[in-house]
């Protein structure tokens, strides 16, 4: 169980009780068995009558976007309480209703770079769950070298004109809004770049689907053709779109980095599923001793990564937010996840090799789909190798800074 040491203790020790509290009274009975489906069917919402009533609680309460000021739907909770929330709800086999991408990434982007009619009409619709977001960024050749894209927006006066195709973009399926990096200066490479919100539903817009190794459709290529957007869909300066780029790329890596592995598959500690797949000896323990020990080392690793998560935490409790060392605990979590897995189906044996059939719990055929999936995130939010020159560059001071 947490504790916090600081002198904030007893009121966040208190306010935990008061979040387990009202999770027990409000979060409906019949949604417990469902969990695993909600994190299927994600990015779609699920429906149902429970399903609107955990969300409609929720979305009163503001503690959907708990960290975010009451005026935009937000909770008005520290970040402290907020991270507290957002860990009861797992503990206690709950989920956040409203979350996605609009709450992780282009919320807080929104919060520091938006102008105040954006944050009403964007934020306000986010915190009730109303609309989906998706991340219109990455484009044929141009994904770690992301400035390099080349979509444009064309001035026409009133509107800009938006010709050019995004791919790999998460939710595009079933998003109502994109926000999307587009060129509008030629001449310059980060400094043509601009930060714009494009309604999904604009003429012009065609989504067509891209399936993952994993069975699901989880991202799609994202073609615009001649989309008119209103200028008001500018978020900051024109040419100034990279800083914000860059600042929601580090809200998106702290997302990564949350307290948790994946939330589908057997979720249960590595030496609790071992009881059921492998020896155990006479002692209790797991036959295998090279296998015990790397078991062991596995989750010493993970428990590091906590602590230094929590560290992180409190560096940033100012309320400035994440900063470069998202990075670092992105390229742990990325590892220790894939570590895990592949943990997880060296214990399962054939059993952890499942897609369909009888003969496979649902749990072990999720297990699978969750081994293959994980292998994105250490591609995702940008790869491995590229954190590495940002921590190198940023936080180590090693390369010269660009
Ligand atoms: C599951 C998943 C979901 C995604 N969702 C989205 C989304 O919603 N929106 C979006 O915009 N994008 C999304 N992406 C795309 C993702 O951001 C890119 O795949 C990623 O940035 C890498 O770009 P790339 O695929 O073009 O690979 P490349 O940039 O071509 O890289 C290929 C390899 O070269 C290495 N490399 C490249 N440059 C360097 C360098 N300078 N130094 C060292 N090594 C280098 C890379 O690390 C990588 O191993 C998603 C990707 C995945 C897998």
Known sequence: MDTFADATA???????????????????????????????????YPEGADWKLWKDRVVQKGWGTPGWPVEYG?????????????????ASGAFNPVEGFGTSMLGPTLLE????????????????????????????????????????????????????????????RYADWCFCLVRTDQSRKQEGISFILIDMKSKGVDVRPIQLISGQWHFSEVFFTDVKVPKENLVGQLNKGWSIAKRLLQFERNTVTDNRFSVAGDVRPLSVVARDYVEIDA??????????ARIAKHMMDFRSLQLLQRRMLDETRDGRGPNESAS???????????????????IMGVQGLGWEGDEFSQIEKDTTRVFLFDKA?????????????????????????Q
């Open 10 to 44: 007893g009121e966040l020790n208190s306010f935990r009780d008061e979040v387990r509290g009202w999770i027990q009274e409000n979060f409906p009975a019949s949604l417990r068995e469902k969990i695993e489906e909600y994190y299927r069917t994600l990015p779609r």
């Open 74 to 90: 937000g909770g008005g909770l520290s970040t402290e309480q907020a991270r507290l929330l957002e860990r009861e709800y797992l």
């Open 113 to 172: 770079y938006g102008n105040e009619q954006q944050k009403q009409m964007h934020l306000t619709r986010v915190s009730r769950g109303e609309v989906r977001w998706c991340q219109g960024y990455s484009e044929p050749g141009s994904g770690s070298d992301l400035a390099s894209l080349r979509t444009k927006a064309e001035d026409e006066g009133d509107h800009y004109l938006i010709n050019g195709q995004k791919i790999w973009t998460s939710g595009s």
């Open 283 to 292: 002692s209790g323990q797991i036959a295998n001793k090279d296998l015990r």
């Open 328 to 346: 670092v605990i992105k390229n742990a979590k990325a590892r220790l996840t894939q570590e895990r897995e592949e943990l997880l189906i060296e």
């Open 377 to 401: 995130m250490s591609i995702y939010s940008g790869t491995t190798e590229i954190q590495n020159n940002i921590i190198a560059k940023r936080t180590l001071g090693l390369l010269d800074h």
